[in-house]
């Protein structure tokens, strides 16, 4: 079969004039010309009204060829029938088909190694659910295939725990009132497995017509992180209590043996000098060096014993017997006085009840806030409050340092900072630590009360 015309956009296509395509065969335009289907196909070529569509490569003067899609039909003339091809260079749309192929293809392994559930669903104005898509991985995280869910979209609701469903539904909401991704996290109940799984949900919303929502996302099973964060806090609730007990148990020992050394040594070290009085004033009074001996031995045990009384205030104050407000007004004082520094308290009340171990606590991280400012702030006052509430105890430190930086506290031995942290925890209650306005730093403790007061 020989090309008896072509227009001028074919001829550009195909790089050749007129004449010399006369010259050609079709099979020399295009190799799949002489396959067997084609053949086959020319062979039953109808007229206008019903030809057959064509896809094939065609071949250019230069070597290199390119797709043509058309129709080819038969039209009867005075010379025979000839057969008429009308398409298009379909080079465009063929290197977007193929673009289109291969990013499917790598959105299709992108999908398949992806470690959850790929998804697409929409709620319509009906508030009726539905899952257009739903990736491989629906029956690995759900137990559930992707037909029987996509059938039947209540499978999902009704496998979230009831505990944890009006969550779902507010995330869902508040997703729709605010055009923000839909974040939520949850148990669903595998039946297939009997097994219960926590999984983490995250999908961005586009609003359709007619009061369409649609959502994107993937769901992934996050089990396994969420019983880690239980075994920390676990851990975290073990230690705290550790921490709490031995604090207790240090406070007991302390109290025991304050008093043991005010009971036992003070009342020996009194005795000593009561003895040593009695026996000075039996000694010759013409012997001057023993009377100088028996003033040094007096003023000995007079040290001794205000060694005594300081060992065991530092063991535990006495003060703390006459309450909380006492033991720190008292605290502020020494503080004042050690330090050279105007340490100013103020309470609301005259009196706090508070139970014994959480005064102690409480005072025990008034001391380690009064140390940290003796030793670090560079401070020339501090003001102390105590609040009393119905519902809370606190009690603020304010000095007017040089402050303390976010870096200083995560020190790796900011100890004190610590020490203070762990004590209110062991309260039930919490400390903050700041930068003040005017510069200086914040310290601040509050303990909730059990009771109204």
């Known amino acids: 079969m020989l090309v008896l ?96 192929l291969e990013s499917e293809s790598r959105l299709s392994a992108m999908v398949s190694n992806t470690p959850g559930l790929v998804y697409r669903c929409l709620l319509d104005a009906e508030e009726n659910f539905s899952f257009p898509y739903l990736s491989e991985g629906c029956e690995a995280l759900l137990g559930i295939s992707a037909e029987a ?33 839909w974040n939520w996290e949850g148990r669903i109940h595998i039946r297939a497995w009997n097994d219960i799984k926590w999984i983490n949900l995250r999908a961005a919303p586009l609003a359709l017509e007619n009061d369409v929502m649609q959502w994107e996302g993937i769901m992934t099973n996050i089990t396994a992180s969420k019983q880690e964060q239980e075994e920390i806090r676990r851990s975290r609730a073990q230690l705290a209590e550790l921490s709490a007990h031995i604090d207790t148990v240090k406070e007991k020992e302390r109290t025991r043996i304050s008093r043991e050394i005010h009971d036992d040594l003070g009342g020996n070290l009194t005795a000593i000098k009561m003895a040593l009085a009695l026996l000075t004033r039996r000694l010759p009074a013409k012997d001057k060096s023993l009377k100088e001996k028996a003033d040094y031995v007096d003023q000995l045990v007079d040290r001794s014993i205000e060694t005594v009384h300081r060992i065991a205030g530092d063991l535990r104050p006495g003060v703390l017997d006459f309450g909380i407000v006492a033991a720190i007004d008292w605290q502020a004082k020494e503080f004042e006085k050690q330090c050279g520094l105007p340490c100013h308290f103020h309470s609301n009340k005259k009196e706090i009840d508070l139970e014994q171990d959480h005064a102690t606590a409480l005072f025990r991280i008034f001391q380690e806030a009064l140390t940290n400012i003796a030793k670090h702030a560079q401070a020339s006052k501090v003001d102390v409050a105590l609040t009393h509430t119905d519902q809370y105890v606190r009690l603020e430190i304010v000095d007017n340092g040089r402050g303390i930086a976010d870096l200083d506290q995560q020190k790796s031995k900011s100890f004190g900072i610590r020490g203070m942290v762990e004590r209110s925890i062991a309260l039930g209650g919490s400390v903050s630590v700041s930068t003040a306005p005017a510069g200086g730093t914040i310290v601040a403790i509050n303990v909730p009360l059990a009771t109204t007061i």
């Open 149 to 181: 869910l996509r059938a039947n979209p209540v499978l999902f609701v009704e496998s979230i725990l009831p505990e944890d469903r009006a969550s779902y539904f507010d995330s869902m909401r508040q997703s729709i009132a605010t055009a923000h991704s």
């Open 5 to 100: 015309y072509a227009n001028p956009a074919a001829l550009s296509n195909l790089q050749y004039d007129l004449a010399y395509l006369q010259k050609l065969t079709l099979s020399e335009l295009s190799s799949e010309i002489i396959n067997a289907t084609y053949t086959e196909q020319i062979g039953k070529v109808g007229t206008c009204l019903s030809p057959i569509a064509v896809h094939l490569r065609l071949r250019r003067k230069d070597g290199s060829d390119y797709p043509f899609a058309g129709q080819l039909f038969r039209q009867s003339t005075q010379g025979g029938d000839i057969l008429l091809a009308i398409g298009n260079d379909i080079s465009v749309q063929d290197r977007y088909d193929k673009a289109l």
